[in-house]
């Protein structure tokens, strides 16, 4: 829980692009070959507050019991005055440039009467971003991790102004295969490398966030001794470089290896009569160098000040002699992350015909990685999936924050048999055709299974100032029968992890309820005149009012832990009329 109207907050954002974009087609023979670019050139503007107007966070950790961890509550803290943490910062303000130059072959070769093969190859080259007037500052840990020290933006060459490298090796070759085992049988299949679109453009927590150009301050506390007392506010005077404490940072790679994702399918379709089509297949994706965002200026478990334990303890303001101490976390966007996906897909489709089409799929996956979320959050402080034990990363390793394990979704379309021309009614006159005849319905179903949910404990027990996850005690999941609003899961099987140390439990280890749910829509046009006609539209959202019931309570030590407080939109009705002329 926090005091103030929260970080970035208002965030305005501008961009322009502008694109040259060029295609060539040239047909000999069996060989269909294209090749073109597309060069664009970026623009993006950002004025971000970041937590220019402050912001106190409690998380209940002066009220618990110090002997177990268990209990407090952030509320009681905020009535005693004692925060957990005080961030403010200074405003950004920023004109950011880059160009993205893309090129690509590839040659379409009907090799046989059966057999047609596909060969391309892309290449990308992404220059890192500069600031129009440089304004950017990295916290540079890769040239010497164990000196590290701000590098202010100044003009000259690329690097000198964005502080990055550019990655030139961003080679994208693809292969790809149709071949017809029988008349109504045909086989397909492919390998291709995908290159990321990384854009590090925010001003909160990446390369505009340092000083000289901007301060951003993070006042932490032991649990014990308040470090901020609410009713003093933040102390005066705190974002001038010659008082500034507890300094929050933030470092980019600066030799980053450009996301990049490896896929690959084989898959058969099959065609039944004139307009019903099955395929099964098998579909994979792997990717490597995914950005991730994290605090490398990590504490481990211990006592004292978290702050005061850090890994880098002080830095030189650029431009002055003052050495800033402590320093607060470090938002470190590493390109180490990982992923792999692997999946078993089938789908039928019927054509319109007869007055009904279906379009019907079902997936069964796995996806599994060791970095949560997106580049912009990552595994960020206080992200719920971040990093745990930064020494070792490799038990970050579990089921993905995105892994669905079952997903079925049907649509259709069906001509109703009633009314003039149709196989009942076709005798009605025209006040029952105009009631009655007519009518189309559509839908579409949804089932799923559910996504994983990361645990973690109340307050801080280990006194990192990052995640803490709970000790497994036992077995936590219930079977379908058991599961009920109040306890989801068994919520016995966690304990809080020992003071000072890390807890054993996982990432991902729960799951949240998933999802059932039916759109329904049933549509009649009307003839006005021969030129005009009106439509008319019913439609439901969650047509049998389906709870969408949300993630249970995933935090040990908070009163609702395992229960399941909230839910998703209900049934919702519409009724529409369309004027079609």
Known sequence: ASLGIGANIPNLVDSQTRQ??????????????????????????????????????????????????????????????????????????????????????????????????????????????????????????????????????????????????????????????????????????????????????????????????????????????????????????????????????????????????????????????????WEAGYYSAKSDHQPTRWNANYALPGPGNINARRRWKSVVYPGTGIVIEPLAILDAHSFFGSNIFHSLQTRVEKRFSGGFSLLGSYLFSKNIGDTSGFAGSGSAPGNAGGFQDPLNRRLERSIDDQNMKHRFVASYLYELPLGRGKAWGSAWNSPVNAILGGWQVSGITTLTSGQPVSLTVRGDPANTGDTNRPNVAGEWRLGRSRRTLDGFFNTSAFAPNDPYTYGNAGRNVLEDPGLVNFDFAAFKRFALTERFHMQFRFEAFNLFNTPHFGSPNAEVGNINFGRITGAGRPRNLQFGLKFLF
Request: no cysteine; net charge positive.
């Open 20 to 277: 040259l974009i060029s295609d060539t087609t040239i047909t000999n023979g069996g060989h269909s070959v294209k090749f073109g670019i597309n060069l664009s050139w970026m623009q993006s503007y950002l004025s971000n507050p970041k937590e220019a107007l402050g912001n106190f966070v409690f998380n209940g950790n002066f009220t618990r019991n110090p002997f177990n961890n268990r209990g407090g509550q952030p509320f009681a803290d905020f009535l005693l005055g004692i925060p957990f943490r005080s961030d403010v910062a200074l405003p950004v303000y920023a004109n950011l440039r880059t160009p993205f130059y893309h090129f690509y072959a590839q040659d379409e070769w009907r090799a046989s009467r059966k057999l047609t093969l596909n060969f391309g190859l892309r290449y990308e080259l992404n220059l890192p971003w500069v600031e129009t007037r440089n304004r950017q500052t990295n916290y540079d840990i890769d040239t010497d991790p164990d000196n590290p020290r701000l590098v202010v933006a100044r003009d000259g060459s690329r690097f000198d102004r964005a502080l990055v490298s550019t990655y030139r090796k961003s080679f994208a070759p693809r292969f790809g295969f149709a071949y017809q085992l029988r008349s109504r049988t045909v086989l397909r299949g492919g390998y291709g490398i995908f290159i990321g679109a990384y854009e590090g453009t925010g001003g909160g927590r990446h390369l505009l966030g340092n000083p000289p150009h901007t301060l951003s301050v993070q006042i932490a506390t032991d649990s014990i001794r308040p470090s901020v007392v609410l009713q003093d506010g933040v102390p005066a005077d705190v974002l001038i470089p010659r008082n500034v404490k507890n300094l929050r940072l933030t470092s980019f790679e600066v030799r980053p290896k450009w996301p990049a994702s490896q896929q690959w399918n084989f898959n058969v379709q099959q065609q039944f009569g004139p307009d019903v089509v």
